[in-house]
């Protein structure tokens, strides 16, 4: 897959080029097989969402893996409690930095099976999906994957991040 990047298209603006970032992150998870790594500052966990309802399908069908990154407590007990009946397959990771209110973990990234990733600025949330002016990279990467990933693990084994417990 050649990288590409997609947009959101606020209902002020007409699309006229380019690829729809809602569509192609959807695209993007029902690749999922064997795992898909959620990096998100702001996640909509409700259950009709369409990240959640395209989780939930590739669970049922095939029981990847998911991995997910967020930046606060409360969402990552949100998604446990949305995805229990899945919580062998769940491994939670939450941003533990209070030292400073500024501190935030705020990477908006998905990965599936180690090498399609999606990087970009949109939150995975309504608001930035529906309404705000967001895009997103689209790449077939295993040496983005790795970085990205050596990364996520440098903030967990500083304690920056720290690992849900059901």
């Given at each position: 897959?050649?990288?590409?990047?997609?947009?959101?298209?606020p209902s002020k603006v007409e699309s006229s080029f380019g690829t729809n970032l809602v569509d192609d992150i959807n695209r993007l998870v029902k690749?999922?097989?064997?795992?898909?790594?959620?990096?998100?500052?702001?996640?909509?966990?409700?259950?009709?969402?369409?990240?959640?309802k395209t989780?939930?399908?590739r669970l049922q069908k095939l029981g990847p893996k998911i991995k997910l990154y967020c930046d606060n407590y409360s969402n990552a007990t949100t998604f446990a409690d949305l995805?229990?009946?899945w919580k062998?397959?769940?491994?939670?990771?939450?941003?533990?930095?209070?030292?400073?209110s500024y501190s935030k973990f705020h990477i908006k990234?998905?990965?599936?099976?180690?090498?399609?990733?999606?990087?970009?600025?949109?939150?995975?949330?309504?608001?930035?999906?529906?309404?705000s002016a967001e895009c997103g990279l689209f790449l077939d990467s295993p040496e983005c994957y790795e970085s990205l990933m050596a990364y996520v693990g440098k903030l967990c084994h500083s304690s920056l991040l720290s690992r849900f417990n059901y």
């Amino acid at each position: 897959m050649d990288p590409r990047i997609s947009f959101t298209w606020p209902s002020k603006v007409e699309s006229s080029f380019g690829t729809n970032l809602v569509d192609d992150i959807n695209r993007l998870v029902k690749k999922t097989k064997f795992e898909v790594v959620i990096m998100a500052y702001n996640l909509n966990v409700k259950s009709n969402f369409f990240l959640q309802k395209t989780l939930k399908e590739r669970l049922q069908k095939l029981g990847p893996k998911i991995k997910l990154y967020c930046d606060n407590y409360s969402n990552a007990t949100t998604f446990a409690d949305l995805f229990y009946d899945w919580k062998d397959n769940l491994e939670i990771w939450y941003w533990t930095d209070n030292s400073d209110s500024y501190s935030k973990f705020h990477i908006k990234a998905i990965a599936v099976d180690k090498h399609n990733l999606y990087i970009g600025s949109a939150n995975f949330s309504e608001t930035a999906m529906d309404s705000s002016a967001e895009c997103g990279l689209f790449l077939d990467s295993p040496e983005c994957y790795e970085s990205l990933m050596a990364y996520v693990g440098k903030l967990c084994h500083s304690s920056l991040l720290s690992r849900f417990n059901y």
